[in-house]
């Protein structure tokens, strides 16, 4: 079928036409690329396509110097143009796992400091956009540990390689499949963080005492 993409005047805070804000319209792109690639039809699937709709608008805003990421987490929110300076989101989509909790507060009966998996139903009223937070957050995850050109590979390659309406579990599966073919390292896919660079451990000086 042939795409259609929908854009509305926003009434919330501004009287906007969201087709000016960058962010919608990347946003709504990329359900372009999920849908054709992925079976959005279970319900944690269509949660991921508003995580990677999110992900992919805020990784190319920050990459053109359109949207900056200030240092430190929870600073990046998506739809600010929209809604103002809280954005249409619960936490910023830099929000890591099990920190910051000031900057990433709780939401519904999720906890702060950063959505994961465990809150899956719990992110506010638990809509598509709510638990979208969750698998969101977690690919900018990658792209901080991994840095962009890998992540954007592995997690476009995952979407490709992805069982028939993947779970948020099946879809990290392709992912990992998608990592190990293209030879980036596993195990950072799976701390979410980069490798620690080796340190050099200074040997002790040690006096020998000989006996005459």
Same mark, same amino acid.
């Given at each position: 079928q042939s795409p259609r993409m929908q854009m509305f005047l926003w009434n919330a805070f501004h009287d906007v036409d969201s087709?000016?804000?960058?962010?919608?319209?990347?946003?709504?792109?990329?359900?372009?690329?999920?849908?054709?690639?992925?079976?959005?039809?279970?319900?944690?699937?269509?949660?991921?396509g508003e995580g990677w709709s999110d992900f992919y608008?805020?990784?190319?805003?920050?990459?053109?110097?359109?949207?900056?990421? =200030?240092?430190? =987490?929870?600073?990046?929110?998506?739809?600010?143009?929209?809604?103002?300076?809280?954005?249409?989101?619960?936490?910023?989509?830099?929000? =890591?796992?099990?920190?910051?909790?000031?900057?990433?507060?709780?939401?519904g009966s999720a906890g702060s400091g950063g959505f994961t998996y465990g809150d899956l139903g719990k992110v506010d009223d638990n809509g598509v956009h709510d638990n979208g937070e969750i698998w969101g957050q977690t690919m900018w995850d990658l792209r901080t540990a991994l840095g962009r050109n890998d992540a954007l590979k592995i997690i476009t390659g995952g979407m490709r390689l992805s069982p028939s309406s993947p779970s948020m579990l099946t879809m990290r599966d392709a992912i990992l499949q998608s990592a190990r073919v293209n030879n980036v390292n596993l195990s950072t896919v799976w701390s979410g963080r980069p490798p620690r660079a080796p340190t050099l451990r200074r040997r002790r000086r040690t006096s020998r005492c000989r006996r005459h």
């Open positions: 087709s000016a804000d960058a962010e919608i319209v990347y946003h709504e792109y990329t359900h372009g690329l999920s849908g054709r690639l992925v079976n959005l039809s279970s319900v944690q699937a269509g949660a991921m608008a805020l990784d190319l805003l920050v990459h053109e110097g359109t949207k900056t990421d =200030p240092a430190g =987490p929870g600073n990046l929110r998506f739809g600010q143009y929209v809604y103002g300076s809280q954005g249409l989101r619960e936490q910023a989509i830099d929000c =890591p796992r099990f920190g910051a909790d000031a900057q990433c507060p709780a939401s």
